[in-house]
């Protein structure tokens, strides 16, 4: 299969591409950047496309700076739901199959929720990110049936503690470097998701699964808290860390008290769910190393 992948700089663009190379010798992997493909740009993806001729796209661009976004919704509908649309336009015209990265902040409206969302349960983001990756993902189901949409949680990967991104687990660590007392929120439950684990997942769906909506995340769940606890313990690092609540930690974007994925199609899918959330963590924690080691640098 030829697989294109956009945004193949970030964290999970870049795992996926290495993931796929090396599950199967039979994929030609097509890796694009933010500097050689901007998704938003019609033209070139009409012509990239075109001359690439994959038989799969999957687009991982996006643009999800949760609080950042609410004072640009203009510009997360155009990278996050209109750049899809026409992406899904022009694979229904080529006959590509679309692989949609989501988000659980499409859930979140139900207050009250204790028990993990499923696929068929209805969707009521709280914020403009939120928003716009549903909106993305309407526009697709409604243009071309050839999709895989999948929501996932908490991303973090080796890229993101290189790149300019960073990522939770990144944010934690430097702050304990620092000697900083650390205050995290204790009222809001995810699934953390290691990028590496989520790559494989998806690599698994593109050769095995029907088309559709699939939520794909690490099992089992914990607060922001709990995972900054478990980051630390895994790492033998004792800084001052406290809960707090979102209430005393105001932020710009509203976030869910509980957004837990139940990983319910990918299991009626037959597909093998995701390592436990405590067990990726470990491996990330271990391949970082590993490349820091290999780059000669001290974290
Ligand atoms: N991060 C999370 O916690 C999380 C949670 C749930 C769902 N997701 C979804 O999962 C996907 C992957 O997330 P990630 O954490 O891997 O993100 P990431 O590390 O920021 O990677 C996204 C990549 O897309 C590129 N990109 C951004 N805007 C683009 C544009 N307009 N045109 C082309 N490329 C563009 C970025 O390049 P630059 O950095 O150079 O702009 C980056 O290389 C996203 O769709 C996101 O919405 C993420």
């Known amino acids: 299969m030829r697989i294109l992948v956009i945004g193949a700089n970030g964290q999970l663009g870049s795992d996926l591409v290495q993931v796929l190379r090396e599950q199967s010798s039979t994929h030609q992997v097509i890796p694009l950047t933010h500097a050689e493909l901007e998704v938003t740009d ?16 999957v687009n ?29 336009r022009l694979c229904r015209e080529q006959g590509i199959a679309l692989l949609f990265l989501s988000t659980d902040y499409v859930f979140g409206g139900d207050a009250q929720r204790t028990t993990p969302y499923t696929e068929k349960d209805c969707p009521a983001p709280l914020n403009v990110y939120g928003t716009s990756k549903l909106a993305g993902e309407k526009l697709i189901q409604a243009t071309w ?32 470097r620092e000697g900083k007392d650390i205050r995290v929120v204790d009222d809001q439950r995810l699934a953390p998701t290691y990028t590496r684990e ?40 004792h800084p001052s860390l406290q809960p707090t609540t979102s209430a005393e930690f105001k932020t710009a974007a509203r976030r869910p008290s509980y957004s837990v994925l139940a990983n319910q199609a990918i299991r009626e899918a037959g597909i093998a769910p995701l390592k436990a959330w405590q067990a990726a963590l470990a491996d990330y924690l271990a391949e970082r190393q590993k490349v820091q080691s290999s780059k000669g640098e001290e974290r």
């Open 145 to 176: 049936a050839k999709h895989w949409i999948v929501r996932t949680s908490g991303l973090y990967g080796v890229r993101g503690a290189s790149g300019k991104g960073g990522n939770f687990v990144e944010l934690m660590l430097r702050l304990a």
């Open 60 to 88: 991982t661009a996006a643009y999800h700076k949760v609080d950042e976004v609410e004072s640009y919704p203009e510009r997360a509908f155009a990278v996050n739901a209109i750049a899809p649309l026409n992406l899904a």
């Open 198 to 237: 989520l790559a494989k997942g998806l690599a698994n769906l593109i050769e095995n699964a029907p088309y559709g909506l699939y939520h794909l995340t690490c099992s089992g769940d914990c607060s922001w808290y709990e995972f900054a606890l478990k980051i630390f313990e895994l790492s033998n690092l």
């Open 42 to 57: 019609l033209p070139q993806v009409q012509q990239v496309l075109a001359q690439s001729q994959p038989d799969v796209v």
